[in-house]
């Protein structure tokens, strides 16, 4: 995400979502009744019969209705009514418009006022455009599996299996590293992670490091137990993974739920709406954290418990849907907090 504005005395956000991830944030930031500005090509009829309908490109201000990210064109889909635009000739004023905003676009969001927490979102999805070309690679002695891990997700890319095995086949030359290499290239990471149990992440970084290939100097080793979906959640589990970006934010994530389940035991941390909302207005919640599933669902709700976490000076945290350890704060109702004091 490339975040060019943010102007809280205008409420007015400008940025250019890069990947599918920043028009997921947008979806989420996206409120009913926002304006955005944006542009749609629309067929335009002929005035005369036997002359070919005109495709023209109109720039509209829209006030918000809904917001849905289309995951499967990679699309931001925004439904509203059409305030103005221009050319004039075409616009049809109070009319419903379709935008679909996607990769490179630049989108402005005007606002009644932008809250911390939006701002933080967008921050991260700026900050996570850094990252999300970080790949890692498990491997032992007969198969690597390559993954890309952005801050939500844990994308598999390719599975590459060593063909010789046994010393019938000795004689013959391994091409194993090679085609690991092949497919490092192709997919072209910034930040390379091998792990896995023995020596053979030791053994290919060197082979890598001797092709001295540019741009792959930052390869790092960790070692796992095993390989696979299990060993990548060895990487996540343990904290491995924070040695190479420690601002990865699933497992920052991970670890705000994992302090809130510690505060809890304490009786220092309290759950659902009311409860929340009551610790909130005595001043006692150090961090207020929600369930993304929860905003979406509940949004204006949602919203009233941030705007209220924001003027009593508490933090917030928003739990990604992405993140599997979403589900522990959607349990407790999608709204907890941790308290500075125990309440009576």
Known sequence: MKVLKIDKKENEILCIPETADDLW???????????????????????????????????VELKVESAHFEEYSNELRINGIILSGKPEEFIEIRSHQNLEIGYGEKIRIKKESI????????RKAEKASANDALLAILLDEEEAELAFINSYTISKKA????????????????????????????????KIILAGPGFTKDNLKKFIEDKKIKG?????????????????????????????????????ESKVIEDFMGM?????????FDKVTTALELGAVEKLIISESYLMQNREKAEKILNLAEKNGSST?????????EKIIHGFGGVVATLRYKLE
């Open 115 to 122: 809250q911390n927490w939006q701002i933080d979102r967008l």
């Open 264 to 272: 809890v035991a304490k009786g220092k941390g309290e759950y659902g």
């Open 317 to 325: 945290e928003i739990i990604s849907s992405k993140n599997p350890q």
């Open 159 to 190: 599975t590459i299996k060593e063909k010789i095995k046994g010393k019938r086949y000795a004689q013959e030359k391994s091409t194993y590293f090679d085609e690991i290499l092949e497919k490092i290239i192709a997919l072209a990471p910034k």
């Open 216 to 252: 792959f100097a930052n390869v790092l080793t960790e070692s796992t137990n095993s390989v696979s979906v299990t060993g990548f959640n060895e990487l996540m589990r343990e904290g491995k993974i924070e040695k190479v970006e420690k601002e990865l934010q699933i497992f920052k």
């Open 25 to 59: 944030h947008l979806e989420k930031i996206i409120s009913k009744d926002d304006i955005i500005y944006g542009s749609v090509d629309r067929k335009i009829k002929p005035k005369k019969e036997g002359e070919k309908a005109e495709r023209i490109r109109l720039f």
